[in-house]
């Protein structure tokens, strides 16, 4: 059995620390069994390994989450990483066809499919396990976990089973209904209608066979370079509605969609991270803040508060949801980052009269990490060294960096730095366009720009 985890989204709905380039799972705000904060995607690794599924479950996500996803889970994953930001279609397409084609997987493989966020105990992967049994078994095209409702939400998509059972483990699926209202809800869940988690499972040769009738590659590279004319749509539309054979597997164990502020921090083991003091006649009040400046809450209730780099949020709880609907017309560049090499936080940008931008940044590079060898067409950086040692390499050239040290790096000139100890840099940018995308990588590991520059020397 094949795992594919999907790690998409935005970022809008826990603003304003999540953002396009750290989405929901990947903030810090959970803890671990040893009390230390993990993010969601941690939390869901840490379960896969637990179950022994490690080996067979690979991630599937954009480019701007690699670094990401390689940092908080230590390059232990497999990637399939999309070219360009589509939809759980072409997303699943794009990993059924690598595990076909790269992977060598046979046509009879089981595939699941998961978020890579669910709040869930660990029988929940034992679960998903069993769903390889129930393909083999009732011959379905399509097989789904359906959640035992504890209340009737008009949060979550529902599947109504028909009324007959096919054994004591499946249900045929006689309809979907998409977040009814609480009333409508209640009689779906008196019908035996379960919460539509996003998991399921089928056998590989009913996505590759649905990629040849639609004229599409099966080969992964193929399919790479043709993704980007691939429809924006999801699985559920463009499949799931058009499958007849679709059965359902209850599970009955916990599981919750931490998807917004009101939920997130009911499974908050703290009600405070960071700087700050919540007074005693606050209640129910969760202060998060990743700014080095304290924030006090002082005699309110029910309140989420929430401030970064990109913005301070102030919310009723059950109010919190709605800033997806409020946020959307921000287009502001995301204000932190985290990276495989470690992070980066904005401290200020302006934009001048004659045209020049002016960015300033903190960079944080974690022992033994370094940046790739790359160049910019468009900006020159000012570095200040403000902690720790390490290597910087410009034009070919290699020497030792340590606090105090202010290097100057022009447009077009070849540079890259490797941290000895933890490493801190003050980064003040100019020039015409400064984006993330002005970056021309040459080599990406310390060895190959090493022997890069050693070469260079012998020639």
Excluded at 209 to 226: A, M
Aim: hydrophobic share 40%; proline share 3%; with cysteine.
């Amino acid at each position: 059995m094949k795992i594919i985890l999907l790690s998409g989204g935005s970022g809008k709905r826990l603003w304003p620390l999540s953002n396009d380039s750290r989405s929901k799972q990947f903030l810090r705000v959970l803890e671990d069994k040893e009390q230390n904060l993990q993010s969601m995607v941690q939390r869901v690794w840490s379960q896969v390994k637990r179950v022994g599924l490690t080996d067979s479950t690979v991630i599937a996500t954009g480019k701007s989450q690699v670094d990401m996803i390689q940092s908080q889970l230590n390059n232990e994953v497999d990637l399939i990483i999309e070219p360009t930001r589509r939809d759980t279609f072409p997303a699943i397409a794009l990993a059924a066809s690598y595990v076909y084609s790269v992977q060598k997987a046979d046509l009879d493989e089981i595939v699941a499919i998961l978020p890579v966020d669910p709040y869930v105990e660990d029988l929940f992967f034992n679960r998903i396990q069993d769903l390889e049994v129930v393909v083999e078994n009732s011959n379905a095209q399509l097989a789904l976990i359906g959640v035992t409702p504890t209340y009737p939400s008009s949060k979550y998509g529902y599947i109504v089973p028909t009324t007959e059972n096919n054994s004591n483990e499946y249900r045929t699926v006689s309809r979907f209904t998409e977040k009814p209202s609480e009333e409508q809800a209640a009689a779906l869940i008196k019908d035996g209608a379960l919460w539509n988690c996003g998991v399921f499972a089928f056998k590989l040769g009913y996505v590759i066979s649905i990629l040849e009738e639609k004229g599409l590659p099966t080969e992964y590279e193929e399919l790479l370079k043709q993704y980007a004319t691939l429809p924006k749509i999801s699985f559920d539309y463009e499949v799931v509605e058009k499958t007849q054979d679709i059965v359902v597997l209850p599970y009955d164990g916990y599981w919750k969609d931490l998807g917004t502020w009101n939920t997130l921090t009911e499974e908050m083991a703290t009600s405070q991270i960071g700087k700050g003091v919540i007074s005693a006649d606050s209640e129910n009040v969760h202060l998060i803040n990743e700014l080095d400046i304290p924030i006090t809450v002082l005699g309110a209730s029910n309140l989420i508060v929430a401030a970064s780099p990109d913005g301070i949020l102030v919310s009723d709880k059950e109010a919190s949801p709605r800033i997806k609907e409020l946020v959307g017309e921000f287009e502001n560049r995301p204000m932190y980052e985290e990276r495989r090499w470690g992070w980066y936080r904005v401290l200020d940008y302006t934009k001048l009269e004659e045209g020049k931008e002016v960015l300033t940044k903190r960079i944080g590079i974690a022992q033994d990490k370094n940046l790739s060898y790359q160049l910019h067409d468009y900006r020159d950086e000012v570095w200040t060294i403000i902690k720790g040692e390490g290597e910087f390499v410009l034009n070919d050239e290699i020497r030792a960096i340590k606090t105090g040290d202010v290097i100057q790096i022009q447009a077009g000139d070849k540079h890259a730095v490797r941290a000895i100890t933890d490493l801190e840099i003050i980064e003040v940018q100019t020039g015409s366009q400064l984006i993330e995308e002005d970056i021309v990588r040459l080599f990406m590991s310390w060895e190959e720009i090493e022997d890069h520059v050693l070469g260079a020397k012998r020639t």
